[in-house]
């Protein structure tokens, strides 16, 4: 475990909830690193979420959704758009397609796509591409301090 180790999982362990990493090998030329993990693990996409930083009106949010789904951006606000790359990396300490909600370098608000609340443990991002963290959505919660809402388009 100690080479899988990232400031997310480091999060779970040392907060003691339930957890299991789950390591795949990532395929730089995939699309869709959530989808890819979803395939790679055998699950169902909708167990699996992919985290996402948004600028909303100069402030950063993290959202979480479905890996097969599409963030809803007009549910954030106006004038909500997609982070650029470079500065979502920046504040959260991750590269693109490892970001995970837990452990990054500045805490954002969090806001996490009501569906998680469906499964017993849902899949997200553990801090690097090719490494997932399955935990129970309650969890999550806690752990970001997340609001539940409708995130994904055409819910």
Avoid: N, W
Avoid at 56 to 73: E, K
Avoid at 106 to 125: N, Y
Avoid at 128 to 151: K, M, Q, V, Y
Wanted: net charge neutral; hydrophobic share 45%.
């Amino acid at each position: 475990m100690a080479g899988r180790a990232t400031p997310a999982t480091r999060v779970a362990q040392q907060a003691r909830v339930d957890h299991r990493l789950h390591e795949y090998t990532h395929d730089p030329s995939a699309d869709s690193y959530a989808l890819e993990a979803a395939e790679a693990l055998a699950l169902d996409p909708a167990r699996v979420f992919k985290t996402l930083v948004v600028d909303r009106d100069g402030a950063l949010t993290v959202c979480i959704v479905p890996a097969g789904g599409t963030l809803d951006l007009r549910a954030l606000g106006k004038r909500a758009a997609m982070a650029p790359t470079d500065r979502a990396e920046k504040v959260t300490g991750y590269v693109a397609g490892g970001i995970s909600p837990l452990g990054q370098r500045r805490a954002l608000p969090t806001l996490l796509d009501d569906s998680a609340l469906a499964f017993e443990t849902i899949f997200v991002s553990a801090g690097r591409r090719g490494l997932e963290i399955e935990l129970a959505p309650a969890d999550l919660i806690a752990l970001t301090r997340a609001e539940t809402l409708t995130l994904r388009r055409g819910a």
